[in-house]
């Protein structure tokens, strides 16, 4: 989108269409702000607006329909202008989203708007407010290396300081009138004759793209059990991530299924106001204390006022983590020093020897996320509360039913059965050159060239990517590093170098097959280790999908620079187009 000052450089003049200033009139009404909005609509000409000597394709008319449907959240965002035709669309409003949008702005790349299908900002910490809800990375290093926070409470945020530091950035960058809230999208499709990407939202309504940027995360689409009768139970039952705080949890029998990342948050905090509490687990988890505590008043005025301070608090945090990794990935037999101190700590917790035993992991740890909770050892010790390893047969209207025959009644069930990871293909269609499709494409297992580009389907980038994701370290530095690499790849196509970004299809399979390679003899696929069940890392396939097999600093240096021979050299000239698209930079 243009700034208000672009066109006032030599791009020509903008009259409003009669269309426009009758919309301002419907929105602003008449008199003194009416005038105001008129003139700001001549000063600032809108993002369709397609000058004489622009080289960008764009429609060059407003969609009224699309206004008509959004005249609420126009009236909240004045300045908002739904673009028909915008040079980069994200997807997702989250951590990813806005990371994207604020280095798009930072390389002067205004033309660009984010959908995003709720009606507030926050990815996975808007959606997830359960009792507990907090973050197991280190506040300083769980947040942007550019938008360092000196307020943060505790060593591990909570959920809504999480949130609310997102919508701090939101306003600090200036990014609320370029989200378009209540937007799901149901179909990406690119058209090889125009070099745009034509999207569909629920509602019928289209926007044509330049690129691309998917953002939608891996933990937005909640993973249900596969448990006969899940439909047959009458009491009350939802997922961690849908919460439902209207249901008052005081004196009922509640059941919860899932021991991961979720549950042992949420069931320390709702133990003490149950009657009883059955936690239904699969496969018991490596968990070390969590350490959190809050800061003081002297410290946060500290992080704000000392020079360094911030940034080096944030490097320490980032280089503990990092160690973690040498027994990941170089020698996976040197976690057992780590494991004999989480058994250490799970005998102290667990007084109760047959309990214990039930708690004891299996697996090398690493093989699935390794978990942190001062708490979740001590309630599992409680009278009214019970572990039970026995596997769900199924429920009925009011009970759960296990494969021993034992009946538990309950009255509520809480599914903290984590999510799919990276299956966006699935809730939308996505369709690149000659109509791949991207569900076809990823049936195997979803694979990309740096976690971020898709052979087949040019202009469309991906934040937190197969393979990107880390199970020792933060996912905001990752998606760091990708929005850097993929604004290197804009670059191209504002310069002329290419248009359209297309990793080679060689290229992208020569570096899985490194990915694959990469797992051998580390802690996610060492042979000397057996594993006694699934992993959310691995694929149904047995691919590994979601983990990077090292370092985050070796991502780093893999995404530092982007390199053009990696991508199909697309330089044939378009008759919907002029032969350079480049993208619409800020005066």
């Known amino acids: 989108m243009f700034h208000r000052n672009t066109v006032t450089k030599g791009r020509g003049d903008y009259r409003p269409s009669g269309a426009e200033r009758a919309l301002v009139g419907r929105e602003y009404g008449s008199g003194h702000r009416a005038s105001k909005a008129k003139k700001r609509l001549v000063s600032s000409p809108p993002p369709y607006y397609n000058p004489p000597n622009s080289r960008i394709y764009v429609r060059g008319v407003i969609d009224v329909q699309i206004q008509n449907s959004r005249r609420a959240f126009a009236a909240r965002r004045p300045a908002m202008r739904i673009a028909s035709d915008v040079s980069v669309v994200i997807l997702g409003a989250g951590f990813g989203g806005l990371c994207m949008a604020i280095k798009l ?11 995003e299908k709720s009606s507030r900002a926050g990815g996975t910490w808007r959606d997830n407010t359960y009792p507990g809800c907090a973050c197991d990375i280190p506040s300083h290093l769980y947040s942007y290396s550019f938008a360092q926070d000196a307020g943060w409470t505790r060593r591990y945020a909570p959920q809504s300081e999480i949130l609310a530091y997102i919508h701090a950035v939101i306003r600090k960058h200036g990014l609320e009138d370029r989200i378009l809230h209540d937007t799901t999208v149901s179909s990406l499709v690119w058209d090889d004759d125009t070099r745009l990407w034509t999207i569909t939202t629920a509602d019928g309504r289209t926007i044509l793209a330049r690129a691309l940027v998917s953002a939608v995360g891996g933990l937005h689409d909640p993973a249900y059990p596969d448990i006969p009768g899940l439909d047959e139970f009458k009491g009350e039952a939802f997922h961690t991530s849908r919460w439902r705080h209207d249901i008052d949890l005081t004196g009922k029998r509640v059941a919860v299924i899932g021991s991961g990342a979720s549950a042992i948050q949420v069931i320390p905090e709702i133990a003490p106001r149950v009657a009883s509490l059955q936690v239904y687990q699969r496969t018991p988890p490596w968990i070390l204390p969590r350490n959190d505590r809050g800061y003081s008043t002297v410290e946060r005025l500290a992080f704000r006022h000392v020079p360094g301070l911030l940034r080096a608090t944030r490097a320490l945090h980032y280089w503990n983590a990092e160690m973690m990794a040498l027994g990941f990935v170089v020698r996976p037999g040197w976690m057992r020093a780590v494991e ?45 509360v019970e572990l039970v390893t026995d596997r769900i047969a199924r429920l009925t209207s009011d009970a759960i039913v296990s494969r021993n025959g034992a009946r538990r009644p309950v009255d509520v069930v809480v599914y903290a059965t984590g999510f799919r990871p990276f299956y966006q293909s699935l809730d939308i269609e996505i369709r690149g050159r000659e109509g791949r499709r991207l569900a076809d494409e990823w049936k195997d297992g979803p694979q990309a060239y740096r976690g971020v580009s898709v052979s087949g389907f040019p202009n469309y980038f991906l934040l937190m990517g197969p393979n990107s994701a880390v199970g020792h370290n933060s996912i905001i530095f990752m998606i760091e590093c990708q929005a850097r690499y993929i604004i290197q790849c804009l670059s191209w196509l504002e310069s002329g170098k290419l248009d359209a970004v297309d990793v080679r299809p060689e290229v992208q399979a020569d570096y899985n097959r490194a990915i694959r390679e990469g797992f051998d003899g580390t802690v996610w696929q060492d042979k000397d280790e057996p594993r006694s069940s699934g992993s959310w890392y691995v694929h149904p396939s047995g691919r590994h999908t979601v983990i990077w097999p090292g370092f985050s600093t070796s991502y780093w240096f893999s995404t530092r620079r982007a390199n053009p021979t990696d991508y199909v050299p697309h330089h044939v000239a378009s008759p919907a187009l002029p032969a350079e698209t480049p993208l619409r930079r800020a005066a």
């Open 340 to 384: 004999k101190r989480a058994l250490r700590f799970l005998e102290r917790s667990v007084p109760d020897a047959a309990l214990r035993k039930k708690l004891v992991p299996t697996y090398r740890m690493g093989w699935k996320r390794v978990l942190l909770s001062n708490t979740y050892y001590p309630t599992l010790s409680q009278p009214h």
């Open 105 to 115: 702005r930072e390389a002067g790349l205004e033309d660009f708007l984010i959908l």
